[in-house]
């Protein structure tokens, strides 16, 4: 499909960034391993930034694959999409459970509120692809520009939060 075939470069620098930064995380926890965070914080903080990465890494070679139409890639990110909403919410209760840290409106924002529109995104493209494909390929690109770049956020706040927080003896 000619219209798969302009989206290339852009999925392969998003794809390519999502990959790199999946194995930057994995660098990042090695180095903090030693103070680790209670396993119930890990699985509400540290997890999405993978499973976000992910997605957009899977999304992005997804589409690069030579599909003739546009409704089975569709009904895939669309499912994709809503596995990300159910993902969110199992976020929000491991948010509520979890003791080690209180979440603030920032945390919410970022773990939450803007998955679950970069998914709901996701699904809305996958319903509108069949009548307005040019228009559902750029949900699906704002999709994983917006996850990637929640990754980047998330993962950037728990290295801060272990480096200037925990690292320093301060007080959680």
């Given at each position: 499909m000619s219209q798969?075939?302009?989206?290339?470069?852009?999925?392969?620098?998003?794809?390519s960034a999502a990959g790199a930064l999946i194995g930057l995380q994995f660098v990042v926890i090695t180095l903090i391993a030693e103070r680790p965070p209670p396993a119930e914080a890990g699985a509400?903080?540290?997890?999405?930034?993978?499973?976000?990465?992910?997605?957009?890494l899977l999304l992005s070679a997804v589409l690069r694959a030579p599909w003739h139409a546009i409704t089975t890639i569709?009904?895939?990110?669309?499912?994709?999409?809503?596995?990300?909403?159910?993902?969110?919410?199992?976020?929000?209760?491991?948010?509520?459970?979890q003791t080690a840290y209180r979440p603030e409106f920032q945390d919410w924002l970022f773990h939450v509120l803007l998955p679950s529109a970069g998914y709901l995104t996701l699904v809305l493209s996958a319903l509108a692809a069949p009548s307005h494909t040019r228009e559902a390929l750029f949900g699906v690109g704002?999709?994983?520009?917006?996850l990637l770049?929640?990754?980047?956020?998330?993962?950037?706040?728990?290295?801060?939060?272990?480096?200037l927080v925990k690292n320093s003896g301060a007080k959680d």
């Open positions: 798969f075939a302009e989206w290339e470069s852009f999925y392969l620098i998003v794809g509400a903080f540290a997890t999405p930034t993978i499973v976000h990465f992910s997605v957009v569709a009904a895939l990110w669309g499912v994709v999409g809503l596995s990300g909403v159910v993902y969110a919410v199992i976020i929000t209760r491991r948010m509520r459970v704002a999709a994983a520009l917006l770049f929640i990754g980047i956020h998330i993962a950037w706040d728990n290295v801060a939060y272990h480096v």
